[in-house]
């Protein structure tokens, strides 16, 4: 008796560390924006198009950040972007790539940029921006743009829409 009780006592104890494990992975968004016509494509190396979402921090925490993209089928396509920030020289530093969640500094920048990297790839579709912060009292911490970039041989166009109509959120 006294060993089915241990044996029931070290299982209950595994099921709660592990659910604090998982506790600890989870992301809880405080707030989010639904960013439509995004879009990212790749005929061959001279036309393309590429969608890239500036994200702004306006508070003075650290805000971590969830960018999720969504393809026209439904399907999740975030790894196929990468999460940059500027730099001093003329290209942007990439963070990290494959992963939509990434952490912005206080009043800081930094964008995730959405590629079609196969030939004849066409990726259009909608974004979801989530953040989080430590600070419950936190109630609108980001604002931002989506620009979507044409490259067309040795033309370039440009356009920029607001996320949330501009408004922090």
Known sequence: MKLIRAGL?????VVLMCSGVFAQGTFIPQ????????ESAYFKPSERWISTLQITNLTNEEIDCKVTIYNY?????THKGEVCRGSSSSSAVIISTGT????????????YRLRATN????INGHAV????????????????TMRIEGIVDTTTIM????????QPF
């Open 9 to 13: 006592m070290s299982a209950v104890m």
């Open 100 to 111: 939509g969640l990434f952490s912005i500094p206080a009043h800081g920048t930094r964008f």
């Open 119 to 122: 030939y004849k790839e066409i």
């Open 31 to 38: 707030g989010s924006a639904v960013v439509p016509g995004v």
């Open 159 to 166: 356009s920029h829409i607001t996320i949330n109509n501009g």
């Open 73 to 77: 089928d439904g399907s999740d396509v």
């Open 129 to 144: 921006v989530q953040w989080s912060s430590t600070d419950p009292k936190i109630h609108k911490a980001l604002m931002g």
